[in-house]
């Protein structure tokens, strides 16, 4: 029997989740077992580290100073009402637009990877560390990449297609 359109759809966001969060784990899990807490291994001179980080707060240490258990209800809280939008969005994608389901597929991976360390140590583990002298970009890792690419095909698709009503 052939999966029709929409079990296809629902496959395939199954496995870019799956794909996301198993490549966010995966790397989180060597940098962890590799590289000591607040350690760096420089990759380029001069533009970019691996360097082992927690990040108890959210987006350029959004909320970072907050308690610990306040920063954990809020950020589990968000994650999960966050997922159920994204789903909703996701089942109301038209079946033409491919990008705008990718990048509700990438948004939701990414969350998933990053809720799995919150729930798990309490804060997000980052490890990519872009830098030019003396100006530094905040650490972050591949959760918060999908994040961002699915945000990004997201913003482009609103900004060059009209959405259906």
Do not use: C
């Not at 496995?15 to 198993?22: H, Q, R, S």
């Not at 100073?65 to 109301?92: E, K």
């Amino acid at each position: 029997m052939t999966p029709n359109r929409s079990n296809r759809r629902y496959l395939y966001l199954v496995l870019t989740v799956g794909a996301v969060v198993a490549l966010d784990q995966a790397t989180k899990a060597l940098v962890m077992a590799r590289i000591p807490l607040y350690h760096s291994i420089p990759v380029i001179e001069g533009l970019f580290n691996l360097t082992h980080l927690l990040n108890p707060g959210g987006a350029f240490g959004f909320l970072a100073s907050q308690g610990p258990v306040v920063r954990q209800l809020l950020f589990v809280a968000a994650t999960f009402l966050a997922m159920g939008l994204i789903l909703y969005y996701f089942h109301r994608t038209p079946g033409g637009h491919r990008a705008l389901a990718a990048a509700f597929a990438l948004i939701l991976g990414g969350a998933v990877g990053n809720l799995i360390d919150r729930l798990r140590f309490g804060q997000v583990v980052d490890f990519l560390d872009f830098y030019l002298g003396r100006y530094h970009w905040p650490a972050f890792n591949i959760a918060d990449s999908a994040i961002t690419v699915g945000i990004g095909i997201f913003v482009g698709h609103l900004v060059f297609n009209r959405l259906p009503d």
